[in-house]
């Protein structure tokens, strides 16, 4: 069974950084391409980053590019979302996405 364990979530203010870790089980997480998503409050889920197999490859939405970086450790079957200069815009609950299971997620407050 695929599990997915999202942390690191919290309330921050403007300007503040937070790591968001998924702890990934049941299913080869190396091989695996790992996607965050987020879903604020009254919107749609909004895709975030993404990361895959092989060289690493990382993708990021232009609302957070320059701000986030994905990473994967591999040996840890860990996926991370290190968030920088955070705003009141990426206050949402963070969710990791491995082979179309969804972890339960993370709050991530970012007050003005």
């Known amino acids: 069974e695929v599990q997915l364990t999202e942390s690191g979530g919290g309330l921050v203010h403007t300007g503040g950084s937070l790591r968001l870790s998924c702890a990934a089980s049941?299913?080869?997480?190396?091989?695996?391409?790992m996607i965050w998503v987020r879903q604020a409050p009254g919107k749609g889920p909004e895709w975030v980053s993404a990361?895959?197999?092989?060289?690493?490859?990382?993708y990021y939405a232009d609302s957070v590019k320059g701000r986030f970086t994905i990473s994967r450790d591999n040996a840890k079957n860990t996926l991370y979302l290190q968030m920088n200069s955070l705003k009141p815009e990426d206050t949402a609950v963070y969710y990791c996405?491995?082979?179309?299971?969804w972890g339960q997620g993370t709050q991530v407050t970012v007050s003005a």
């Open positions: 049941g299913f080869t997480f190396g091989s695996s391409d």
């Open positions: 990361i895959n197999t092989g060289l690493g490859s990382t």
């Open positions: 996405l491995g082979l179309g299971a």
